[in-house]
């Protein structure tokens, strides 16, 4: 599986390169429209950095990034451990309204209790999002 989606990912690179895309410079300090700010850091195609979240039970706290990217796709993961979830977004660069944006999709995975209604309501442990998320803090965050 991990083989197919590495293949899957540089085709799509090879993809945009020929179409005649530039990769974007995905490092830097990105916010999303909930005021959650990433710091990413980028070597070739890994991606690394801080995940500053402005919701939910860990405001404020840092939580460490880790992800891919491939042309101007970017996939990365979040874990919020102490807060009982992990988090993955996928998406793409590109521009809206004059501005750079990642506009992606995110599927977070809650930690449910261990007991024998678990089964039961396992249907509450995966939500599933959007986020975009631009380089310049917006004006409503504090």
């Keep these: 599986m991990k083989i197919a989606l590495a293949s899957l990912c540089l085709y799509l ?17 990105w916010w999303n429209g909930r005021c959650s ?13 801080k995940y500053e979240t402005a919701v939910g039970g860990g405001t404020g706290t840092e939580f460490d990034l880790t992800g891919f990217t ?11 451990g102490s807060e ?4 993955s977004w996928a998406g793409q660069d590109t521009m809206v309204n004059g501005l750079e944006t990642i506009e992606t999709m995110w599927l977070l995975a809650a930690n449910l209790s261990d007991d024998a209604d678990e089964p039961k309501t396992m249907w509450r442990s995966t939500w599933t999002g959007a986020d975009n998320f631009v380089r310049t803090k917006p004006a409503h965050c504090p």
Excluded: R
């Design 37 to 49: 700010k990433m710091s990413l850091t980028v070597n070739g195609e890994q991606l690394s950095g």
């Design 84 to 87: 009982g979830s992990l988090t």
């Design 70 to 80: 491939s042309g101007d796709m970017v996939a990365f993961s979040v874990n919020f």
């Design 13 to 29: 690179a090879g993809l945009s390169t020929a179409l005649g895309q530039t990769a974007p410079n995905f490092a830097g300090d």
